[in-house]
């Protein structure tokens, strides 16, 4: 058992999807996370098991990494896909109960910004660390946000914003969700988004990486 977790740990944080993927170029034609999550199961090693002693530490490992500046945004991506592949034999446990998650999280770029890899890619890892993700998308409207927390009542929410110009946005979406729901965290983020506009504008949590928001967000249920 020990050494199948260990693969998989190992190809979600290199990024090897599956047999047939070229990337990494040292691993052509050996299984990937897709192929090894599938035969992890069916080996009977519980989904629970795959997420805290596979996935978990293997996305945590990948995000340290890109805030020691070892890797980047493609490097991050190829191990968010190769979990996402891992995680697809996943969800019906999830769906089911039969496996728990951590808590939710709604995410979405804001209103006027269509921007979305940054957003992607947080999602991706905060999926990877345990949580059930919520992506509204991107232009996503106070009002969307606000009837994913009435579908979500316990949700912690993500924005993102990548220009200067959809910030005032932003700003709009935080005070008014705090308005009416003063407990509500938030996390903010993007390209241009600060600690100090974070505090401004009255929300919870910035991050500069996704790992920051994974610890933040695992501190809230720890």
Same mark, same amino acid.
């Given at each position: 058992m020990e050494d199948i977790l260990k693969r998989l740990s190992?190809? @979600? +944080? %290199?990024? *090897? %999807?599956?047999?047939?993927?070229?990337? !990494?170029?040292?691993?052509?034609?050996? +299984?990937?996370?897709?192929? &090894?999550?599938r035969r992890a199961l069916d080996e009977g090693i519980s989904p629970s098991v795959l997420l805290e002693e596979a996935l978990i530490p293997a996305m945590t490992r990948?995000?340290?990494?890109?805030?020691?500046?070892?890797?980047? %945004?493609?490097?991050?991506?190829?191990?968010?896909?190769?979990?996402?592949s891992a995680m697809a034999?996943?969800? !019906?446990?999830? &769906?089911?109960? +039969?496996?728990?998650?951590?808590? #939710?999280?709604?995410?979405? #770029?804001?209103? /006027?910004?269509?921007?979305?890899?940054?957003k992607n890619l947080v999602a991706m890892m905060i999926e990877g660390g345990g949580w059930e993700v919520i992506d509204l998308g991107v232009d996503v409207s106070t009002t969307k946000f606000m009837k994913a927390i009435e579908s979500h009542p316990s949700a912690v929410i993500g924005m993102s914003a990548l220009l200067? #110009?959809?910030?005032?946005?932003?700003? *709009?979406?935080v005070a008014e969700i705090k308005e009416k729901d003063p407990g509500r @965290?938030?996390? %903010?983020? /993007?390209? !241009?988004?600060?600690?100090?506009?974070?505090?401004?504008? /009255?929300?919870?949590?910035?991050?500069?990486?996704?790992?920051?928001?994974?610890?933040?967000?695992?501190? &809230?249920v720890s």
């Open positions: 190992y190809c @979600v +944080e %290199v990024g *090897k %999807v599956n047999k047939t993927s070229p990337y !990494p170029p040292d691993m052509k034609d050996q +299984e990937g996370a897709d192929e &090894l999550a990948v995000g340290e990494k890109y805030s020691r500046q070892e890797i980047f %945004v493609p490097q991050m991506l190829m191990a968010a896909k190769a979990m996402n034999h996943l969800k !019906p446990f999830f &769906l089911s109960g +039969e496996t728990k998650r951590k808590g #939710t999280f709604i995410i979405g #770029t804001v209103a /006027g910004d269509l921007h979305e890899i940054g200067t #110009t959809t910030m005032e946005n932003m700003r *709009k979406s @965290v938030i996390l %903010v983020g /993007g390209a !241009p988004v600060t600690m100090d506009f974070c505090k401004k504008i /009255g929300a919870d949590f910035y991050s500069p990486d996704p790992q920051g928001a994974i610890n933040y967000l695992n501190s &809230l």
